[in-house]
C-alpha cells in the first residue's frame, strides 16, 4: 500500500529589523559585516554567517572562494568550523545568514545550501540543541525554528548504525 505523507512547516517573516530582538538584529548586523571580508573573485557574492553562542560571544565566518571549484568554503561551515575548534563546549543558539553582491544586499534572504544545512544538523545534532536561523535580505527577513524545518529528512548518525540480523 502506497502512503503519501506530507511534510510542512511555518516561519516568520519581518519587512523590517527593527521588528526583531535586538539578539536577532545584532546577529544580522555582524553577518552583514562579515561578510564584506568575504573571499569571493570569481562569484562577487560575499556570503557571511554569524553564530550566537550559549555564552553570548558571536563567532562569525564567510565565504572563501578558490579556483579549484569546490575547494572553497560556505560562511556557515566557516563559522560552525570555527564555533568547534574554539567553543567546544558553547552551544550554537541561533546563525544569521546575509550575502552581499556588488550592488549591494540581496532582496531576498538567501537560505543555506544543502551542505551548509547538513553541516548545521550536526551541530544541532552533536549539542542537542536547537538552532534558530535568521536570514536577511534587504527587503525582509525570515526567521526558522531549527534547520529540521529546511531539511526535514535529515541524514544523521542514526543512520550510520549497523544493524546485525
Given at each position: 500500500?502506497?502512503?503519501?505523507?506530507?511534510?510542512?512547516?511555518?516561519?516568520?517573516?519581518?519587512e523590517?529589523?527593527?521588528?526583531?530582538?535586538?539578539?536577532?538584529?545584532?546577529l544580522?548586523?555582524?553577518?552583514?559585516?562579515?561578510a564584506?571580508?568575504?573571499?569571493a573573485?570569481?562569484?562577487?557574492?560575499?556570503?557571511?554567517?554569524?553564530?550566537?553562542?550559549?555564552?553570548?560571544?558571536?563567532?562569525?565566518?564567510?565565504?572563501v572562494?578558490?579556483?579549484?571549484?569546490?575547494?572553497?568554503?560556505?560562511?556557515?561551515?566557516?563559522?560552525?568550523?570555527?564555533?568547534?575548534?574554539?567553543?567546544?563546549n558553547?552551544?550554537?543558539?541561533?546563525?544569521?545568514?546575509?550575502?552581499?553582491?556588488?550592488?549591494?544586499?540581496?532582496?531576498?534572504?538567501?537560505?543555506?545550501?544543502?551542505?551548509?544545512?547538513?553541516?548545521?544538523?550536526?551541530?544541532?545534532?552533536?549539542?542537542?540543541n536547537?538552532?534558530?536561523?535568521?536570514?536577511?535580505?534587504?527587503?525582509k527577513?525570515?526567521?526558522?525554528?531549527?534547520?529540521?524545518?529546511?531539511?526535514?529528512?535529515?541524514?544523521?548518525k542514526?543512520?550510520?548504525?549497523i544493524?546485525?540480523?
Amino acid at each position: 500500500m502506497i502512503k503519501t505523507l506530507n511534510i510542512s512547516f511555518s516561519y516568520k517573516e519581518f519587512e523590517s529589523v527593527d521588528e526583531l530582538n535586538f539578539d536577532e538584529r545584532e546577529l544580522i548586523f555582524a553577518a552583514r559585516e562579515v561578510a564584506l571580508h568575504a573571499y569571493a573573485p570569481y562569484s562577487k557574492f560575499r556570503v557571511g554567517a554569524a553564530v550566537r553562542l550559549d555564552s553570548g560571544k558571536i563567532v562569525c565566518g564567510t565565504n572563501v572562494e578558490n579556483a579549484a571549484f569546490p575547494s572553497g568554503i560556505c560562511a556557515e561551515r566557516n563559522a560552525i568550523s570555527t564555533l568547534v575548534s574554539n567553543y567546544i563546549n558553547d552551544k550554537a543558539l541561533a546563525i544569521a545568514i546575509a550575502a552581499i553582491t556588488e550592488d549591494g544586499k540581496l532582496t531576498d534572504p538567501v537560505p543555506p545550501c544543502g551542505n551548509c544545512r547538513q553541516v548545521i544538523a550536526e551541530e544541532e545534532s552533536r549539542t542537542g540543541n536547537q538552532i534558530k536561523i535568521i536570514l536577511s535580505g534587504r527587503n525582509k527577513t525570515q526567521v526558522i525554528d531549527s534547520i529540521s524545518c529546511l531539511l526535514p529528512l535529515q541524514f544523521n548518525k542514526k543512520n550510520l548504525e549497523i544493524k546485525h540480523p
